[in-house]
């Protein structure tokens, strides 16, 4: 027993090599700054940004989404998953303990049972047998292969927690963007609606008119062509109205059905759009932050693949009580005990090894491929995001100005054919042109409102941890710093 605790400890103590590459965070070539102070892109990343619409309704869609989404949820399953594939994988590192037992009544031929020369001892036939034990096996990490596949299958608990939170940080956005999107189909509506109840009137007006010969019938007509131009456009803006309501509630976890409104599009407050981004803030991204994680979990199974060129280590050992006699099962005669250690290694493989190697070099090179590439599109989304905000706004000023003159333009027309001074055709030139005109703000006040959204998802950012918090509590999910620290950092420090 003394030497074999020798050999267990000498053993514990060479297991802390481990084969392979120890992870070392990759250099990527990275924008100090994108091109809009710091100070106010993080405090702008660290808020509920949604609430700085001053839309209340909103922010109780959201609370709602994220309470009851149900990707959000799948999400959390899939970390609890997760969680226990950690748990599978590291009980190997300690000691397994079992037990076991039996109890045999047999008879055998009084052949074998009494050999020749022998035929006067009395051996009793049938026979019973009772056995009792406890059992220990331990296979010692001397190369690291268990220590790398829990490395791994860290990392990749820890992956899976990003990607929830990349749900919820698409989940947010998806529900804001519709909503604006819902503000300005109403707006769409109310717009056209209202446009259609001048033209009724115009063509009410003409009738009479064209009764009693005092317009020509083209003109009727022309009048009515332009009351169902936009009678025919209302019920496709009410379709999508109804569609966006659907595909809102589903994101709420609702059954299809109308969703409640709050202000009116052109009354809800725009955050301001935070400058001077650091290119550190994109770190926070789920998706990046997910990418560098299954790259710390592919490089660790490089070592756990290599690890299989060396001989396995194992120590086992049982105590118990056996005897013939039930009676006597646990006096100290029936004790037995055992202890043994045994290795094995591969001699010959036919290559089964190599290609197990093979395939965790070309998984990691492959992830790290895909972490360079999901970085580079981050700075895209950012600089896309920004700079699309910033063209929004530019088009939808030039096309306030623009339904401005031709309101203007309208109203000089209406009162030039009433006095007499031009044709009809000069009224419905000007009103043609003013109709779509709106719609397009409208549909601008959207856009832009649904551009900031883009540059907060694009940024990721703190904001993420207090969306995670409005989420309901899943009793497996790592605290994200956690994540970061032991994974990221650590092995980005060695």
């Known amino acids: 027993m003394r030497r074999l605790s020798v050999v267990a400890v000498t053993a514990f103590l060479l297991a802390g090599c481990m084969i392979g590459p120890n992870y070392r965070r990759p250099a990527v070539d990275t924008p100090q700054s994108f091109r809009f102070e710091e100070k106010e892109a993080r405090d702008t990343t660290n808020t509920d940004w949604w609430k700085q619409f001053d839309a209340p309704v909103l922010d109780s869609l959201i609370a709602e989404a994220l309470a009851n989404n149900r990707s959000v949820q799948i999400a959390a399953a899939n970390i609890e998953q997760a969680a226990g594939v950690l748990m599978q994988t590291r009980a190997p590192l300690f000691p397994q303990i079992g037990y076991g037992g039996s109890a045999v009544r047999e008879r055998q031929s009084w052949s074998d049972v009494v050999p020749l020369g022998l035929q006067g001892l009395t051996i009793p036939n049938p026979s019973s047998s009772f056995e009792l034990f406890a059992g220990t096996n331990w296979e010692i990490d001397l190369w690291g292969r268990v ?3 829990t490395e791994s299958a860290q ?4 992956a899976t927690e990003e990607a929830r939170r990349g749900v919820i940080l698409s989940l947010v956005a998806a529900v804001a963007t519709s909503y604006f999107q819902l503000l300005s189909l109403d707006d769409q509506l109310a717009i056209s609606q209202r446009t259609l109840a001048a033209y009724e009137t115009n063509v009410k007006l003409f009738e ?13 007509e022309q009048a009515k062509s332009q009351y169902e131009t936009v009678a025919a456009a209302i019920p496709p803006i009410k379709s999508r109205i109804v569609q966006t309501e659907n595909g809102l509630s589903i994101l709420l976890a609702r059954n299809p059905g109308p969703i409640e409104r709050g202000k009116l599009l052109p009354v809800l407050g725009a955050p301001a759009v935070p400058s001077g981004l650091p290119s550190q803030l994109l770190e926070r991204r789920p998706d990046l932050a997910q990418a560098e994680l299954n790259l710390i979990a592919a490089n660790a199974q490089i070592g756990a693949a290599r690890a299989l060129y060396f001989p396995t280590i194992s120590l086992t050992g049982a105590v118990g009580t056996a005897s013939s006699d039930l009676s006597n099962l646990f006096t100290g005669p029936a004790r037995i005990w055992s202890y043994a250690g045994s290795f094995t290694g591969p001699i010959f493989t036919a290559g089964a090894i190599a290609g197990q190697v093979r395939q965790a070099e070309a998984a990691r090179k492959a992830a790290l491929l895909f972490y360079q590439n999901a970085i580079q599109s981050g700075f895209r989304d950012v600089e896309n995001a920004l700079s699309s905000h910033a063209q929004l706004l530019d088009q939808l000023k030039a096309q306030g ?27 419905l030139y000007a009103e043609e042109q003013l109709y779509p005109a709106e719609l397009a703000y409208a549909q601008l006040q959207g856009s832009t409102l649904a551009s900031l959204v883009n540059i ?3 940024m990721g950012g703190g904001w993420v941890c207090r969306a995670d918090k409005l989420t309901a509590p899943q009793p497996f999910v790592t605290p994200h710093v956690y994540c970061v620290n032991s994974l990221t950092q650590e092995k980005t420090d060695k």
């Open 208 to 220: 009479l008119k064209f009764i009693h010969g005092q317009v020509s019938a083209m003109i009727l």
């Open 155 to 158: 990392a990749n608990l820890c």
């Open 147 to 149: 220590r790398r596949l």
């Open 401 to 427: 100005r623009l339904v401005t003159a031709l309101r203007k333009y309208a109203f000089l027309a209406r009162k030039l054919y009433d006095g007499g001074y031009t044709s009809y055709l000069t009224v």
């Open 456 to 458: 907060y998802q694009a």
